[in-house]
Antibody
Framework: EVQLVESGGGLVKPGESLRLSCVAS????????MNWVRQAPGKGLEWVSY????????YYADSVKGRFTISRDNAKNSLYLQMISLRAEDTAMYYC???????????WGQGTLVSVSS | DIQMTQSPSSLSASVGDRVTITCRAS??????LSWYQQKPGTAPKLLIYDASSLQSGVPSRFSGSGSGTDFTLTISNLQPEDFATYYCQQSYSTQRAFGGGTRVEIK
């Protein structure tokens, strides 16, 4: 069974940093590209970042470019999102998402909540 | 960047109804279009991928159609468990984009 379990969320002040983690199981993690997607409270879904299976390619939404860094450790079946200079508008549930062979975002984790407030 | 426009933003329907949600892309995305269902407090769940392919385990009352820029999600014989928010998403570009969502409420 495919499982994605996020962690690392919490309450931080504007300007502070946070590192999210996602541990994958039930599939060969190293063979799949991954996304981070977020959802602000009561709002829609927003793509945040993409990383290819071997970390060669990384892409970011304009709203987080220069502040967020995506990475992965295939030996640990883990995906990460390093977030710096956090803003109130980064407050959201952050989901780790697997990208299937047909380029579909097929499996989502349960999410980890990031709250940025003074 | 590709923009996705979804309509309506909400609708009211009764159990047994047929419901149609539309999604339009700002440029062609061929058939790289997925539909997700989200219930409060839970992660989105994949229903349809490649515009019309039903994800394993999803009831056959859900169907998708379209190609290019215009797409449709249809729920036939609406069931109580189908009341939720639905999102379209393009996977043509690595930089994903989602529609704004359609909330399906009980009439």
């Amino acid at each position: 069974e495919v499982q994605l379990v996020e962690s690392g969320g919490g309450l931080v002040k504007p300007g502070e940093s946070l590192r999210l983690s996602c541990v994958a199981s039930g599939f060969t993690f190293s063979s799949y590209s991954m996304n981070w997607v977020r959802q602000a409270p009561g709002k829609g879904l927003e793509w945040v970042s993409y990383i290819s299976s071997g970390s060669t390619y990384k892409y970011y939404a304009d709203s987080v470019k220069g502040r967020f860094t995506i990475s992965r450790d295939n030996a640990k079946n883990s995906l990460y999102l390093q977030m710096i200079s956090l803003r109130a508008e980064d407050t959201a549930m952050y989901y780790c998402v697997r990208i299937s062979g047909s380029y579909t975002d097929d499996y989502w984790g349960q999410g980890t909540l990031v709250s940025v407030s003074s | 960047d590709i923009q996705m426009t979804q309509s309506p933003s909400s609708l009211s329907a009764s159990v047994g109804d047929r419901v149609t949600i539309t999604c339009r892309a700002s440029q062609t995305i061929i058939s790289y279009l997925s539909w997700y269902q989200q219930k409060p407090g839970t992660a989105p769940k994949l229903l349809i991928y490649d515009a019309s392919s039903l994800q394993s385990g999803v009831p056959s009352r859900f169907s998708g159609s379209g190609s290019g820029t215009d797409f449709t999600l249809t729920i036939s014989n609406l069931q109580p468990e189908d009341f939720a928010t639905y999102y379209c998403q393009q996977s043509y570009s690595t930089q994903r984009a989602f529609g704004g969502g359609t909330r399906v409420e009980i009439k």
